[in-house]
């Protein structure tokens, strides 16, 4: 095996700030080399250097044993690197075909080479691009992250990094991905997968970096480091490496896709009903009905999970019960009161806590601090004489960062400057502080968190539901959901099926039914 | 100071109008020279009529009153994701309304009554006319910078109507040299002067710089500030988190034509106290550009403001002593604009090169059911 990346000393500063420091890898030709990390650990920004995105600090890089110093991703793909990153890069409006040509040289876009080539790619990667005429804005996740990757390979790299591709596919598109990436690693070049689940680590990769806190913490080849042993890596901390993975705390393992379920709540006292929905029906402005007669009750004290295969219904079912889209039928009932048109801020008082599935949108203001993010909603307690109290405010939210363990400078941080994990936290923190919290409703909570934050996430979403809230926790990680929930929903075709008890030892098998259709 | 202090120092946004300021009057004093006057000569013209006479001076500063006014309602707007381009338009609206109420008041009204009651008519009529375009925007969706926009017109050609129309504005016409204006206003309602010997500045300074503060202060020290700002940054989480998202934005595009509206009531309340078609002499664009270029900083706001106040009228000396035209002054306000927008973004692009490049993210859908 030859080596085909060699990283030496490698660092970046932001100010004052180490993002990476004293970084060694060496990535061999044919294989396929996982870069892990919780976030903040400073994958991305490991990724954005050998892509040409960012310029290091210190330090070197080797390609093929001459020195490597790419000044833009174009650079690095001249070189033989592409990049897929962990947000799409394509042009929603456009073709797949479309996009496609963008990444070409010259005038006249060759649709003829192209064609030529995406063939070449389909039968050596057995990736095929199914309808090459289709709007990107109309393909679901898991095809658009296919023509993410075929893009990539149009120019015949070398070395293809992937930067978190599976956080947003579910289970078979994240096999046939995982498929992909050994097809690529058999035809003599490289992938240097950056992820935090463990799970797909020990499928895919030959071997692993472990990055923390900006520099390796380990490395070395699965055939010799046990999944375990990784996991104490990332984390920094004994999770009993002898043992390896059964002894983890199931729901941190389900966060990186590695044990098996185990009921991890006892059987709750299930209160009265907290909130309902009845017959909720929603259709798109291009007539695709999203919703169609969808119904649920949730019980205090009970956590009930949504599964299902993304684009089925349930991120418009969330919208429709935090209050951000009108239903055009259907009805929903906090206790006795009709919130079918309400705004948000009557849910918000009538007890309703939601975390939204778009974290940057809808959850939060990146360009103001996490004081003012956590209390935008009850700034009235901050007030004396019209004037906001900011010491007061401060003083409130530093509190909760401790109390939430939030990793930050302090409360007047931007919340831009945080981690994914947590930002969730500080949203969360703030959803569970609604006056007289009687439901929590939270749409992939854990989408996109470092390990040690998706368990302090569903930690916290265990307590509310011990608490006597109740809980609803829409997922595409059934394994969470299994690990976490009651009873678990399937969203299909704008319809909830189940329940399922996911208790019983044959609630996965039934949910998969139930997600692919092939019962109810 | 160390050299971060220094860079910061640099790139403040008063700092950076300055410097652009300098550049450009230096290109300004070429253009003089190519149109003949000395450079000496062109300087000195400049400076008498900036500065040179309490008269200039006067003249300048209630210039940059209004100009302040109009930016600070911008501020306002643009805040909460709003961009005002109807300024001259709610300037107009407030001008008449100014008028209106000024050439209708009994003779005798004292100051303490007749001011403000023009005042708050203007300030109302500007609401109003913004109003229009902040209600399609905020319940129907209309684009406001279209609308805004459009408006301006329609406002002129009202402010024509009404000062050719006998039956509205106009005043008596006694022969066929009364000017197509109004009456002037009642002497309660004219504007006190600032009390400086031989200089037309009037009290206009003072409200628009407290108008200036108290923008300032809304957004910095105030929870509906911060409603705003949200608003501005991510209308779908601010609607979540119980902003009222279409009331909001309403008050906010409304207010901003109430500023306006204000500095055209100031207007009509300073010699010669009449409305007059082309009374609002563009201010309403240039206030504009004022708020655009503070980019967020009141201190900036009020130092642009005041320096195109004073080129404007050293603009006019300019052209009168030195021959130089007066659009020469034009180009330099012109490059002013360019070079602190370069300069803002050369200094954002920078920025982003010493920063790791920002994750893509789709821009934010335009809120469905927000309406309310």
Known sequence: MTALLDLTGLGKRYGTVDALHDVGMTVAAGTVHCVLGENGAGKSTLCNLVGGGIRPSTGEMTLRGTAYSPGSPADALSRGVAMVHQHFSLVPTMTVRENLLLSGRGLRPDVQTLRARLDRIADEFGLRVDDARARVAELPVGARQK?????????????????????????????????????????????????????????????????????????GRLSEVSVGQLLSLMLGRDTDAA?????????????????????????????????????????????????????????????????????????????????????????????????????PARRTALGLGVVPEDRHHEAMVGDMSIAENLYLADLGRFRRHGFLRRGALDQAAAGVIREFAVRAPGPRTPMRALSGGNQQKVVLARELAVDGLKVLVAAQPTRGLDVGAVGQVLTRLREAADRGIAVLVVSSEVAELLALCDRILVGYRGRLLGPVDATAPTAAAEIGALMAGTTA | MNTTDLRRAAFHPATVAAGAVVVAVLVGLVLAALAGAAPGTAVAALTEGMVGTPYAIGKSLNAAAVLMLVAAGFVLAYRAGLVNVGGEGQLCA??????????????????????????????????????????????????????????????????????????????????????????PLVAGAHLPSLGLSRSPATIAILVAVAAVVAVGVLFRATPTGLRLTALGHAPEAAARLGVPVARTRFLALSSAGGFSGAAGGLLVATAPFVLAEGFSSG????????????????????????LLGFLVSGGINLQLVAGVPATAVSIVESLIILLIAGSAWWAATRRAAARPAPAAETSAPELIGATR
């Open chain 2, 283 to 306: 201010f309403g664009f240039s206030g504009l550009v004022v708020g655009l270029l503070a980019r967020g900083s009141m201190t900036a706001l009020g130092a642009v403001a005041l």
């Open chain 2, 94 to 183: 407030g001008g008449i309304a100014a008028a209106a109420v000024g050439t209708t008041l009994p003779d005798g009204t004292p100051t303490a009554v007749a001011l403000p009651a023009v005042v708050l008519a203007a300030t109302t009529a500007g609401f109003a006319w913004a109003g229009i375009a902040a209600a399609l925007r905020a319940w129907r969706g209309t684009s406001e910078i279209i609308t805004t926009l459009l408006l301006n017109f329609v406002a002129l050609a009202v402010l024509s109507l009404t000062v050719h129309e006998p039956s509205l504005l106009r005043q008596p016409v006694t022969s066929s040299e009364t000017l197509p204006q109004s009456a």
């Open chain 1, 243 to 343: 043992g390896g993975p059964t002894v983890l705390d199931p729901v941190a393992a389900a966060g990186v896709g590695l044990a098996a379920r185990r009921p991890i709540r006892d059987r709750v006292e299930v209160g009265p009903t907290a909130m309902t929905a009845r017959g909720l029906t929603v259709t798109r402005p291009d007539g695709n009905r999203v919703l169609d007669g969808a119904g649920l009750d949730l019980r205090a004290g009970e956590i009930t999970g949504i599964a299902g295969v993304e684009g089925n219904g349930q991120t418009e079912l969330v919208r429709v019960l935090s209050g951000a889209l009108r239903p055009d039928a259907g009805e929903v009932h906090i206790g006795d009161h009709p919130i079918t048109t309400a705004p």
């Open chain 1, 147 to 219: 023509v993410e990757i075929v893009k990539a390979l149009l120019p015949d790299p070398d070395l293809v990094l992937l930067d978190e591709p599976t956080a947003v596919l579910d289970g078979a598109e994240i096999d046939a991905l995982i498929g992909t990436c050994q097809a690529v690693a058999a035809s003599g070049r490289a992938v240097v997968l950056v992820t935090h689940k463990l799970g797909e680590v020990s499928r895919v990769a030959d071997t692993a970096t472990v990055l923390r806190d900006g520099t390796v913490a380990g490395s």
